[in-house]
Each structure stands twice: as structure tokens, then as C-alpha cells.
């Protein structure tokens, strides 16, 4: 079961430190958004980079959120939170039933959203470097410098800030939240077709839906398998290799 407690931090850091990691990847991430934003001169919600981009910068500014909301609360009652895989418990000498009952709506909602940010963010980082490596790169590049610095980072710095993150959270990931982050790359997909249908381009040059709809599919396809293989792979670091640690 998913253990509801996003703002538990790890246990050689306090919440105040995690709090100050995720309210500074927050603004951080909310710069770039906005420069990519001025460059793009809209908010465009076509390409892979620019849903993870942005699927990110969404979930740390809540993640953000429940840390200020948490900390304060611990500060107010000077309490200590223990969280179990089922219901949030709070031990403390103080009256504390105004916290008890506290929804789990959101820390569930940014618990799956953090998992599927996460491997949308790396297989981004992944497809775009291999693929500018060996000078395979079929994005939307018009030349200007301001462009190529807005895809370089839309690319690059979310993972980069996940990765940072990632060591200081208990954030757990099931293999059972796979499907919801399958959905949103189907929503993905389909948001890629509307967008060659309004406008008769391509969103990345050989993945055509309107000029060749069996090639389109095939490299759909074959980000669909890269999905489910960069899922597995944060899973498995997470649930056989970080959390188990930090239990000793």
C-alpha cells in the first residue's frame, strides 16, 4: 500500500532541510517553465520535453506546498509524525485531533504524479542525448539560441533536479502505479495526434500520424516499451535498493 506521507524525509536529514531542497527545486523549476514559456511565446503541451517539463515543476511546487503545510503544523504542535503504510498517526503530549484526520488525497495524487514524472523526465533526458550524440536529434530546432538553450534544459534539468531530490525522500514507487503513468503517456500520444491534424507538422520528423501513420506507431511504440523499461528500473532502485536501506 502506498504510504500517504510524501513529506517524510530520509533519515539522516530533517523536514526543514527537505523542505528547503523542494521549495528551491520548486521556484528553480518555475524559472525554467517560464522561460520555456517566453521562448515557445505560448505554453505548448505538444512534445514529450514540455509535458515532463511541466508535469514536474507542477508536482514539486505542490510537493513544496505539503513540506511549508507540514512543517508548520510539527512547528505549531511541536510534534513528531510517524506514518505507517496505512494511516497517519501522530504521537505527541499535546491535543492533536485537529491533525488526525488530515486527507491523504493529495500526498496520494503527488506520489503517483512524482513516479511518472520521474520516468517521463528520463526517458526525455535519455532519447534527446543518445540521439544528439550520434546526430539523430529530430526536434524542433529553428536556429535561434534562445531555442536551443530552452531544449537543451527542458531535456535536461528536471531529471537533473529529481535526481538530486531523490536521495532525500521516502517517496515509495509500486509497480502497481505503472498503468497511471501508461495513461498519461497514451493522453500523450493522442495530444500528439490532434497537434498534426490542427497543424499539418509533425511533432518529430519521422513520427508522421497524417504523411505515415505505421512509422508514427512504430516510434510511439517504441517509446511506450522505453517507458515501462525506465519505470521498472525506478521501482526496483527504490523499493529494493533505497527504501530497504533506510529501514535498517
Not at 490532434?194 to 500520424?209: C, F, H, R, V
Request: with cysteine.
Amino acid at each position: 500500500m502506498l504510504q500517504y506521507d510524501l513529506c517524510k524525509p530520509a533519515p539522516y536529514i530533517s523536514h526543514k532541510v527537505l523542505l528547503a531542497i523542494r521549495v528551491s527545486i520548486a521556484v528553480l523549476l518555475l524559472a525554467e517553465s517560464l522561460f520555456t514559456i517566453i521562448v515557445e511565446g505560448s505554453i505548448s503541451l505538444a512534445y514529450f520535453s514540455e509535458w515532463s517539463l511541466y508535469m514536474t515543476t507542477i508536482c514539486f511546487a505542490l510537493m513544496a506546498y505539503s513540506q511549508v503545510t507540514n512543517v508548520v503544523k510539527m512547528t505549531q504542535f511541536n510534534i513528531e509524525i510517524n506514518i505507517d503504510d496505512d494511516q497517519p498517526a501522530l504521537t505527541t503530549g499535546n491535543d492533536t485531533t485537529m491533525l488526525a484526520k488530515k486527507s491523504s488525497f493529495l500526498p496520494k495524487f503527488l506520489i503517483l504524479l512524482y513516479a511518472a514524472c520521474f520516468s517521463f523526465c528520463l526517458q526525455a533526458l535519455l532519447t534527446f542525448w543518445i540521439a544528439f550524440a550520434f546526430d539523430a536529434y529530430i526536434g524542433p530546432f529553428d536556429g535561434t539560441r534562445k531555442q536551443e538553450v530552452s531544449i537543451f534544459m527542458e531535456n535536461t534539468v528536471p531529471t537533473i533536479f529529481l535526481m538530486i531530490e531523490y536521495p532525500f525522500n521516502m517517496i515509495p514507487v509500486n509497480i502497481r502505479q505503472l498503468h497511471i503513468d501508461l495513461a498519461i503517456y497514451l493522453v500523450w500520444g493522442i495530444v500528439s495526434v490532434i497537434y498534426e491534424m490542427a497543424t499539418d507538422n509533425p511533432l518529430y520528423g519521422p513520427m508522421s500520424w497524417r504523411r505515415d501513420p505505421g512509422e508514427a506507431f512504430g516510434w510511439y511504440l517504441l517509446g511506450f516499451c522505453i517507458e515501462i523499461l525506465v519505470f521498472i528500473g525506478i521501482w526496483a532502485m527504490t523499493e529494493f535498493v533505497k527504501l530497504p536501506r533506510y529501514s535498517v
